[in-house]
């Protein structure tokens, strides 16, 4: 279970992110990891689905903030793409699509925000967003949110989704773009 939650901070021009920090690992234990990460300045990645794909995408999935003149979402896609090629690579496809990997990411960088599932990349066009099998709490907790500043409002919808849904906990992260 998992919850990675993003609000999109147009005056700053920022994305802020959180995340639960509670897997379950192939063995069934449970275990503590990080389940957003900055891999390069600027950028901020969240991954949902196989606890065996985030060191993945930490460790062998490279990125560099794009140019001044780059389309951003054709980076997105660009980034998509390695990412569903790599995570595939290293055994985190679905267990019925050997094209597709097991879970969702969201990708950020400045004040855009991507949802990334299986070599797509989707611009998010409202101010938040959120992925894991805790989306729809981190959804209502986060539009029940949207006077408050968007600096805090993932970290709070993360946290309530911690208090109603069993499975999420553990250490909550946040980091922003």
């Known amino acids: 279970m998992t919850i990675i939650a993003a609000c999109i901070d147009l005056e700053a021009g920022r994305v802020h992110m959180a995340a639960d920090g509670l897997a379950t690992d192939p063995n069934g234990n449970t275990v503590q990891v990080t389940k957003i990460v900055q891999p390069a300045s600027g950028v901020v990645v969240g991954v949902a689905g196989l ?11 490279r990125i560099n903030p794009p140019h001044a003149d780059d389309d951003l ?3 997105a896609q660009d980034y998509a793409e390695a990412a569903t090629l790599e995570l595939i690579a290293r055994g985190c496809a679905e267990s019925d699509n050997d094209n597709a990997f097991h879970g969702a990411m969201l990708l950020a960088y400045g004040a855009g925000l991507w949802e990334i599932e299986s070599g797509m990349a989707c611009r998010v066009t409202r101010g938040y967003h959120a992925i894991g099998s805790g989306y729809e709490v981190a959804f209502g907790a986060m539009w029940a949110m949207q006077d408050l500043p968007p600096a805090i409002v993932p970290g709070l919808a993360v946290e309530a989704c911690v208090e109603h849904l069993a499975g999420i906990g553990g250490t909550v992260l946040a980091l922003s773009t």
């Open 51 to 61: 606890v065996r794909a985030i060191p993945v995408v930490r460790r062998h999935v």
């Open 73 to 75: 979402d054709e980076w």
